[in-house]
């Protein structure tokens, strides 16, 4: 009888080398960004807070009062308020449907490599700068305005609605697009399963998990319609004082000029107030009401809904199979049709570029500096642009990061909402307080003077709520069971940020980047006051104090100023075309990094 010597395996020594890394810099990051989104709001809520208190406000008069009459010391403030009001309204009630319905097509009509291709003609759209869409609108819907309305030069309310509807419609396709293709496809294979047409699974299936990420587009999209000023300033006639008192009145204010109180902070009022007294205190007054009604529509757009009622109210079916089909057939063809739309207004737009700033296919202008009033080329000008966006870039990147992934992944939902609420803000913040403050704070106070790294940090609030939106509604969408199962593996709660969150959230961040650049190279007043010269600065400077730089947005905006002459016109138009090829070029290339990202494992 023999016996079997039983033998045991050695002991072997865990792998201490790949068990998760600590993530404690994960915390410190998070919070930095949450910090800077409250610290930039508080500068300008306190820059605006300390001119009031510089001269003697009366809020009844600047709340209710339509004159404003300076000269005879009257100070109201409702037609502005008015304004600003009728003025987004008419954006929204033209932007959401056509950007929502665009963006259903895209991501779930549409074959792959076709919606690619319009998705990048669509951020090409949100890159073309603001004082672009101010000259085709006075080029384009003026004239249609003053034929409709009857009115001379079509200065109205109207027109500058319909601007700004044209440009938020892209930021709004470009967001809602994210959420949607964040919804798993196991959704919609299950809801193909059970015999549902296409129209029923996007609206009972993809709608309803999308929804936050596309609230969050409409609101990105009114954020940028309360701040511009360029585009407003341009076609909406700057009239002081007119308020109508009926419901005729009002049809009939539409199609006449009208102010916002944007139009009134960025013209020349500010410059003129001074820094004290009434006048000046009234203007910081309107600052102040601005961001107030910016964020009195975020809380109401941010409000909890009863989403157990509408998970469980789930699809609807009405009619016979033949309608649903029918109803399906309908809605396909309407949203494409809204599709269309924006690709037709970006050929539209790339044609009249083309043919008044042909000058910009001439490689001398790119490579050459300019001469005089309006010769040369924009060689300055556009090493200037690159150096203020890549600084901004750098500077609001992993803060917008930082805080959406604290709104969407860390907080509790009311921290999140007031997180959320206070990042809208910021983003809806006048671009013309933002250059004000950079101006007071950084190139007066601190000596600066101006500064290429002063115009990269007054730029920065402009793009870090657009990344941190972005990124925490997509965080918002990661799927409940992949939470669980990575929790399950015990890792910790930084280690579950560091390893899953980012990962899945940096294709949408790179979007919000983008958004947000394409949104700050369009920007002309804050750098007017911080950073650009029109002439007689060097292409590099050599410090940050006393270095300016020049850059494309307000070398358009000096040369749009002199439309009487027409080498300066045509340099304009050269220069903006040069601005959006630049644009192109860069988004062409995020845009594939991004769709290599998308198409990697992205767990680590």
Same mark, same amino acid.
């Not at 100070?75 to 309204?89: F, N, R």
């Not at 409709?148 to 601007?163: C, E, F, H, R, Y």
């Not at 990661?478 to 280690?495: C, N, V």
């Given at each position: ?369 300019? $001469? !005089?009033?309006?010769? @040369?080329?924009? /060689? ?6 690159? *150096? =203020?966006?890549? +600084? #901004? ?117 790179? $979007? !919000?980047?983008?958004? @947000?650049?394409? /949104? ?6 804050? *750098? =007017?006051?911080? +950073? #650009? ?72």
């Amino acid at each position: 009888m023999t016996t079997k010597t039983l033998t045991t395996r050695p002991h072997v020594p865990p792998d201490v080398g790949r068990r998760p890394r600590s993530s404690k810099w994960i915390w410190s990051w998070v919070y930095a960004g949450a910090f800077a989104v409250a610290a930039l709001l508080v500068t300008v809520t306190g820059y605006l807070a300390l001119g009031v208190f510089r001269g003697d406000v009366n809020w009844a008069d600047l709340l209710t009062e339509a004159a404003w009459s300076p000269a005879n010391s009257v100070y109201g403030g409702l037609a502005m308020i008015y304004g600003t009001a009728v003025v987004s309204a008419l954006a929204l009630v033209i932007a959401v449907p056509i950007g929502w319905a665009a963006a259903v097509a895209l991501s779930e009509y549409l074959p792959p490599r076709l919606a690619k291709a319009l998705r990048l003609c669509v951020q090409l759209l949100a890159a073309v700068p603001s004082i672009v869409y101010g000259l085709i609108g006075i080029m384009v819907v003026r004239p249609v305005i003053a034929q409709i309305g009857d009115v001379p030069g079509g200065d109205s309310l109207a027109a500058a609605g319909i601007v700004l509807a044209v440009m938020i419609t892209p930021t709004i396709v470009a967001v809602s697009v994210d959420a949607l293709a964040a919804v798993p496809d196991r959704v919609r294979e299950a809801a193909f399963s059970l015999g549902l047409t296409r129209r029923e699974v996007v609206r009972g299936a993809v709608l309803p998990l999308a929804r936050s990420g596309m609230r969050a587009a409409v609101l990105l999209g009114l954020a940028r319609a309360l701040g511009e000023a360029i585009a407003v300033f341009l076609v909406v006639g700057r009239a002081d004082g007119r308020m109508p008192t009926s419901f005729g009145e009002l049809l009939d204010s539409l199609v006449h000029p009208g102010q916002t109180l944007t139009t009134k902070l960025a013209g020349p009022e500010p410059v003129l107030a001074g820094t004290s007294g009434p006048h000046f205190a009234a203007l910081c007054g309107l600052g102040l009401v601005l961001l107030a009604l910016v964020a009195a529509v975020t809380i109401w757009g941010t409000r909890g809904r009863n989403r157990k009622a509408a998970a469980a109210r789930g699809p609807q079916f009405r009619g016979t199979p033949r309608l649903r089909l029918q109803r399906d057939r309908l809605v396909m063809t309407l949203r494409i049709g809204a599709l269309l739309l924006p690709t037709a207004l970006l050929v539209g737009m790339l044609a009249l570029l083309v043919a008044r700033g042909n000058s910009a296919f001439n490689p001398t202008f790119w490579f050459t500096s300019a $001469t !005089g009033a309006a010769g @040369g080329g924009v /060689r300055d000008q556009i090493t200037g642009t690159l *150096l =203020l966006l890549g +600084a #901004t870039a750098i500077l609001a990147l992993p803060l917008g990061f930082g805080a959406g992934i604290l709104i969407g992944a860390h907080s509790s939902e009311r921290t999140a909402r007031l997180l959320q609420t206070f990042t809208v803000v910021l983003g809806g913040a006048p671009t013309i307080l933002l250059g004000l403050a950079g101006f007071v704070i950084l190139s007066t106070t601190m000596g600066w003077g101006r500064s290429w790294l002063a115009g990269a940090i007054v730029l920065v609030p402009v793009v870090v709520p657009v990344i941190a939106l972005t990124t925490s509604a997509r965080v918002r969408s990661i799927p409940p069971e992949l939470t669980e199962s990575a929790m399950s593996l015990g890792l910790t709660r930084a280690q579950f940020i560091r390893s899953v969150v980012i990962p899945y959230t940096w294709p949408a961040t790179i $979007t !919000g980047l983008l958004l @947000g650049l394409a /949104r700050a190279a369009g920007e002309t007043a804050p *750098l =007017l006051f911080t +950073a #650009t010269v029109f002439f007689g600065a060097p292409a590099i400077p050599s410090g940050i104090v006393e270095a300016p730089v020049q850059a494309l947005p307000t070398h358009i905006f000096t040369l749009s100023q002199d439309s009487g002459d027409p080498q300066a016109v045509t340099q304009a138009w050269g220069s903006a075309m040069v601005l959006v090829l630049i644009t192109a070029v860069l988004l062409s290339v995020a845009v594939a990094l991004r769709n290599r990202f998308e198409g990697e494992r992205w767990t680590t």
